[in-house]
């Protein structure tokens, strides 16, 4: 059994920080990017298993990289973690690009984990 791999995309280092520590205890390998573009080119290469992304990133949105992920890698689940300032018709729109899971910032990190590894099992 391969240890499961995250590729997280977000530009805020307190967030990643926070990520970091609730999966590196759990055992998942990480990758972290912090924009979309750099996202977009590595998201190929490293094959990860769940990817969980921001919406507001530098570079190219999460919007743009649920549309590249759903258009490429069809069962990859994508996991949105966005402020809940974000606009609603944002949260619609990545849903109906194939986003699999939502979850507010500020989250919780055990929901976080949970919801995750539903994903993951």
Same mark, same amino acid.
């Given at each position: 059994?391969h240890?499961? *791999? %995250?590729?997280? %995309?977000e530009?805020?280092?307190m +967030?990643i920080?926070?990520?970091?520590y !609730? =999966?590196s205890? @759990?055992g998942? &390998?990480?990758? !972290?990017? *912090?924009?979309?573009?750099?996202? !977009?080119e590595?998201i190929?290469?490293e $094959?990860?298993?769940? $990817?969980? +992304?921001?919406?507001?990133?530098p570079?190219?949105?999460?919007?743009? %990289?649920i &549309?590249? %992920?759903?258009?490429?890698?069809?069962?990859?689940?994508?996991? $949105?973690?966005?402020s809940?300032?974000?606009?609603?018709? +944002?949260?619609?729109?990545a #849903?109906?690009?194939?986003?699999d899971? #939502? !979850?507010?910032?500020? #989250?919780?990190?055990? @929901?976080?984990?949970?919801?995750? *590894?539903? =994903?993951?099992k």
């Amino acid at each position: 059994m391969h240890t499961k *791999k %995250i590729f997280i %995309i977000e530009d805020d280092n307190m +967030t990643i920080e926070i990520l970091k520590y !609730i =999966f590196s205890k @759990e055992g998942y &390998q990480l990758s !972290i990017s *912090k924009d979309g573009l750099d996202a !977009i080119e590595r998201i190929p290469e490293e $094959v990860p298993d769940l $990817v969980l +992304t921001d919406i507001m990133l530098p570079m190219k949105s999460g919007l743009e %990289i649920i &549309q590249f %992920i759903k258009d490429n890698f069809t069962n990859l689940p994508v996991i $949105v973690l966005s402020s809940l300032g974000e606009e609603e018709a +944002t949260v619609l729109d990545a #849903f109906k690009l194939g986003a699999d899971d #939502f !979850i507010a910032k500020p #989250f919780s990190p055990s @929901e976080l984990l949970l919801r995750v *590894k539903r =994903f993951l099992k």
